[in-house]
């Protein structure tokens, strides 16, 4: 039986693999070379998983989430190995939520089919935009035909709950452009949208050679035009950047957003767990795909416990991104802190308008979702 003082536990698999780096990413993820060492990654995952299983406390897993890399490189016969193996060793919830991150290359579309018998029940497709002009820029190697093929494909194959990823602020897009992506989109009648802004990170293409990306009043013009048009198609905005349908929210995600616990296996993966006596850990493997493979340095992990003004920040950085907030019992529920010790910030934040004047909730008012980083760095720690 699940202990009642720990948080809900997700499962993060990282697929690093990728065909081609994209310019504006800055995820741990490395161009294929060759055939993918499938059967020792999937070797190494079991054994990373392995090491970890004392810290799950015999908690069922909520969520399992399938992020790269591209994901959908892998077999459909890989993906049915590691979650066999997972729930050799975890148990599952009776909802549990399984997504797959998968690209609309040609070279995985037949392989949908295969990733729902392996037990995938949530797709999440990176199509980015429909326009074959910005996916080039953006140095996707899909067209749009091949976007919304793919998406068919994934309907045919059975997935009824799935998300589309989209962004917006690209180089020379106007409110037409994006509004013609979010409609493309919505065309397929998906359960869950990600639109998020282009953002340049550091690390990347862009960074080093940036394009020129519309002002910031035309990238709020744009936003709004797409909310509205999302709203008027009956999605509702749960999350900065994220939008669902008939509750269908990212489990996975809100688990996150709600600071439960995370294990992180695969290459670059990052953790946070809670242990019986409230300690919080965050932890993360090696990075690059071959130290990973190598049992050795797999097994070298730093771990580091979360103090408890972090725990405060952390938890008020992910919990505020959601536009319902959450019950305030949960702050001390998931930081063990009490939360008469923030309550100076809280009413800080309040007097300016920035929280929800209620004592059950934490949550962004109208006027601070706009200022959501303002609001944030109110909690941040002393210096």
Not at 10 to 38: A, M, Q, T, V
Not at 255 to 273: H, P
Not at 365 to 376: C, E, H, R, V
Request: proline share 6%; glycine share 6%; charged share 20%.
């Amino acid at each position: 039986m699940m202990p009642t003082n720990l948080p809900p536990l997700s499962l993060y698999i990282h697929l690093p693999w990728c065909i081609r780096k994209c310019p504006y990413c800055d995820f741990n993820s490395h161009e294929k070379k060759g055939e993918l060492p499938e059967k020792a990654y999937v070797d190494a995952l079991m054994d990373d998983l392995d090491q970890q299983l004392p810290r799950i406390h015999d908690r069922p897993l909520k969520s399992i989430f399938f992020g790269g890399g591209t994901p959908s490189l892998f077999s459909a016969e890989a993906i049915a190995a590691i979650l066999t193996g997972v729930k050799n060793r975890i148990a599952f919830d009776e909802r549990i939520e399984i997504t797959l991150e998968a690209n609309p290359g040609a070279i995985e579309q037949n392989r949908f089919s295969g990733f729902r018998d392996a037990g995938v029940n949530r797709l999440s497709l990176g199509i980015q935009s429909f326009q074959d002009e910005k996916l080039k820029i953006l140095g996707r190697i899909h067209h749009g035909k091949e976007a919304e093929c793919a998406i068919e494909i994934a309907k045919g194959a059975g997935f009824t709950n799935f998300n589309v990823d989209l962004m917006f602020g690209l180089p020379q897009q106007t409110i037409e452009d994006a509004l013609f992506d979010l409609t493309t989109a919505l065309s397929f009648q998906p359960t869950h949208l990600s639109w998020y802004q282009l953002t340049i990170e550091p690390n990347t293409f862009f960074h080093h050679q940036p394009p020129l990306l519309p002002a910031d009043d035309a990238i709020w013009d744009i936003q709004l035009a797409g909310q509205k048009l999302l709203q008027q198609h009956h999605f509702k905005q749960y999350e900065v950047s994220a939008y669902a349908k008939e509750n269908k929210y990212c489990k996975h995600n809100i688990n996150y957003w709600e600071f439960g616990d995370y294990l992180g296996i695969g290459a670059g993966a990052y953790s946070k767990m809670t242990d019986q006596d409230g300690n919080i850990t965050r932890f993360s493997q090696v990075k690059h795909p071959k130290a990973y493979l190598d049992a050795a340095t797999r097994n070298k992990i730093n771990y580091q416990t979360i103090a408890k003004d972090d725990r405060i920040f952390e938890f008020m950085l992910n919990a505020l991104r959601l536009t319902d907030g959450v019950n305030a019992a949960l702050f001390t529920e998931r930081t063990g802190v009490a939360l008469t010790e923030i309550a100076p910030c809280i009413e800080k934040a309040k007097q300016q308008g920035l929280l929800v004047d209620d004592t059950e909730k934490l949550c962004a008012s109208q006027k601070g979702a706009p200022f959501l980083n303002n609001l944030i760095a109110m909690f941040l720690p002393p210096p």
